[in-house]
């Protein structure tokens, strides 16, 4: 069972679009090993999910965690185990992104104060609007269209 794109993915405070499974199919070494179980992901039909992202091509032992640390942490192929969690109300998507909101350091607040998004946010009625709200003040910021 695989969540419904786009999601959106939150781990230890940080927020990320997901628009497709394709961008969930490459990650950094160092990314895997640390794993990602914290990771909640809100996809487009109202459930909640965990992932985690696995390889075949990594060992997980002491040199490649010491190369991944220091110098030498390439890209590979990796498979999302997903794990549904259960559905999710609109309003607990909204009060997880304003906690994020109000524990950024200058991420998701560097184009739009931070008061100004958590007001678009509240508005919103639909995990569609809150993808769209993220999408535009966030990740595609464009000062001349706001």
Not at 137 to 142: A, D, H, I, P, T
Request: charged letters at 25%; hydrophobic letters at 40%; a negative charge.
């Amino acid at each position: 069972m695989k969540p419904k794109f786009p999601i959106i993915s939150i781990y230890n405070n940080a927020v990320d679009l997901i628009p497709n499974q394709t961008y969930l199919s490459k990650a950094k070494v160092l990314g895997v090993l640390k794993g990602n179980s914290n990771s909640i992901a809100f996809d487009s039909a109202g459930n909640k999910w965990s992932f985690k992202l696995t390889s075949d091509k990594i060992s997980d032992n002491f040199i490649t965690r010491f190369l991944a640390n220091t110098f030498y942490n390439p890209t590979v192929d990796v498979i999302p185990e997903w794990k549904m969690i259960g559905e999710f109300e609109i309003d607990e998507i909204k009060s997880v992104l304003i906690k994020s909101i109000e524990k950024d350091e200058d991420v998701l607040t560097q184009f739009i104060d931070s008061e100004d998004i958590k007001n678009h946010v509240n508005k919103a009625h639909s995990f569609e609007t809150i993808y769209n709200i993220l999408n535009r003040y966030v990740f595609e910021y464009n000062e001349e269209e706001i």
